[in-house]
């Protein structure tokens, strides 16, 4: 793997991180946060096919549909998982866990093959877990009880449904700008049977548009981890974006304007630190599978 890939690798950890900031400054429920990315990343795959114009069979068609379906179960459940547990119980749980199943469908499918890439690749993702459960450190407080059955319970649907949205692309061998647009059909399809049968609501409004822009900025990184997961592989690629933690907590303190005790900057500047170290070992991984 050459710099340029592990660059591409690296964008949605700019994208990813700055969803959950700027949803959160723009406001809505979980549906409508979800339905905006999906009608932001909707305009953005139409502008993609009309440029690249990529053969769209049935079967592509179909696969791509059902990506953006498991996709809109993780996403809502992922900004269902905030409200029952909070941002520094419930994300490294989510972060966590999709990095651990996106990286063990990524071996089931023949990577990290080699000894010293395994040893390399699984050492990273304990460094990146780490350093999530770091970064998202909060002192304790006196808020409201935690509800942790639902929350454990949603989130892990959520990794469930993020793992599958990329992983059955990987697995189908089907490319980032083909699959783009049946994809964001497939998020719209799923945001709106969820809002109809769990949430009884209809999710087409003006919160859900006013969150459109996060939809282009998810929709820039997800064609960057699509792109880079067929070029240096799920179990690299998938780690490296959920390293968006970083961006996240420096977002939600400066943009958000959250609160960060003393004790609680020297748990994120620790974090990060271990985040970066973790994604350098990513990279050593997928140098020693590229040379077996």
């Known amino acids: 793997m050459d710099i340029t890939d592990f ?10 991180g700055l969803i959950p900031v700027v949803a959160t400054f723009l406001g809505g ?16 795959a139409i502008i993609v096919f009309v440029v690249k114009r990529p053969e769209l069979t049935p079967h592509i068609f179909l696969i791509g549909l059902l990506s953006g379906i498991f996709w809109a179960i993780g996403s809502v459940g ?67 009880q935690l509800q942790w059955g639902r929350g454990l319970m949603i989130n ?21 700008w083909t699959s783009i647009l049946p994809q964001s059909f497939g998020q719209i399809l799923g945001i709106f049977l969820i809002s109809l049968v769990f949430f009884k609501m209809q999710p087409f409004n003006k919160p859900s548009l006013k ?20 070029r240096i592989g799920l179990a690299v690629a998938y780690p ?10 420096l977002g939600g303190v400066f943009i958000n304007k959250e609160k960060k005790s003393r004790k609680e900057w020297i748990f994120t500047i620790i974090g990060m630190v271990i985040i970066l170290i973790g994604l350098y070992l990513i990279y050593l991984s997928s140098l020693h599978d590229a040379a077996s």
């Open 211 to 230: 969150n459109g822009v996060v939809g282009v900025i998810w929709a820039v990184g997800n064609i960057a981890l699509l792109l880079s997961q067929a």
């Open 29 to 44: 429920k979980p549906v409508e946060q979800s339905m905006g990315i999906g009608l932001g990343s909707l305009v953005f």
């Open 156 to 176: 892990l649907v959520s990794v469930i449904g993020f793992t599958l949205y990329v992983g059955i692309l990987k697995y189908m061998k089907i490319d980032g």
């Open 7 to 16: 660059l591409i690798a690296c964008i949605p950890i700019l994208s990813f």
């Open 78 to 144: 992922q900004f269902m998982g905030l409200q029952y547990l909070g941002v520094s119980k419930s994300m490294p749980i989510s972060n966590g866990g999709q990095i651990i199943g996106t990286s063990l469908v990524g071996v089931m499918l023949g990577e990290w093959a080699t000894e010293s890439s395994k040893i390399f690749g699984f050492s990273a993702l304990l460094l990146i877990i780490v350093g999530i459960v770091f970064t998202s450190y909060k002192d304790k407080s006196t808020g409201g």
């Open 240 to 249: 490296v974006s959920q390293a968006a933690v970083i961006v996240s907590v």
